[in-house]
């Protein structure tokens, strides 16, 4: 019976999808190398659980407040990794599991490191789940896609911050700032990829994306505009730094190439360029990133 219910847990919370947090790990720790020569890789894995909880109480509440609002609804089907699997009730326990965690997580956070510390993961933590509150609510908006940038995004503060101790600088002069800033473009492609796939059901739910914006035609275009957009942005990087290194993530135009005249696997396809790409930009900034 137990383990029934922890592997309902894990497919409610769709917990398969936060593998990507270690392509966040692992960037953010190539920065925080190449620039501060730190790296705490025991504690920054703690901190990746703790975010992980934030990301199961992330898809649980979006489950829950689509179903409050009609979008979900038991006997629908919209949410086949949901309502096939458990019940309403067990979804509202379920939510509450993350935050438990999250607050043993957090003193044990202190315990280990300290007060300072338990303090900046504590804040990086709350802004992150207030972010995911905001989340289901800015769906309705056409604003979706910026408020999942933004959580991801904290990611990599986090992560920064558990290898080196230090809040992130952006100062014009630091590489953080425009290494950090790669990762915009591949997560807004993640997610637009998810829009464009849900159209027709967002649609019908009253749910407005930026891809019912543009209609499927040029929500196509935007898309690749944004892969496009990365591809600049690493040229840009390359001279900016004298790195040739930047440019491993072109090797990617492979896996955009099979999505020709089968845009079927768009939300696979984009799936594997994101975790493709942060790879190789890692691997770049780890090779010839400057401090």
Known sequence: MITNLINKYLISTRSYLSSGI????????????????????????FCFTIIFQNFCFAYLLNSYLDYLTGSDYVKSEMDRTLFKHITLGQLRGFIKVP?????????????????NTLLMIAFLDLLQIIGVCIYSPSKHYAMGHL????????????????????????????????????????????????YH???????????????????????LVYYFLLY???????????????NIFFL????????????????????????KIHFFSLFLFSIAILLGGKK
């Open 22 to 45: 270690l392509f966040i790990l692992l960037i953010s720790s190539s920065i925080a190398y190449r620039q501060t020569g730190q790296i705490d890789i025991w504690f920054s894995l």
């Open 99 to 115: 935050l438990i965690l999250n607050v043993v997580l957090l003193i044990i956070t202190y315990r280990w490191k300290g007060l």
């Open 147 to 194: 408020i999942f940038s933004f959580v991801h995004y904290i990611n990599i503060w986090i992560f920064y911050y558990s290898n080196t101790k230090q809040f992130p600088s952006f100062n014009s002069s630091d590489p953080f700032i425009y290494y950090s800033f790669y990762f915009l473009p591949v997560i807004l492609q993640s997610i637009h990829a998810n």
């Open 197 to 219: 796939r849900d159209i027709e059901n967002d649609k019908k739910s009253g749910i407005l994306t930026i891809a019912i914006l543009l209609g499927k035609k040029f929500s």
């Open 228 to 242: 496009i957009g990365g591809l600049i942005y690493l040229i840009f990087l390359m001279i900016k730094f004298n």
């Open 248 to 271: 491993l993530p072109f090797a990617t135009i492979s896996l955009i190439n099979e999505l020709y005249g089968n845009i079927d696997l768009l939300n696979v396809q984009t799936t």
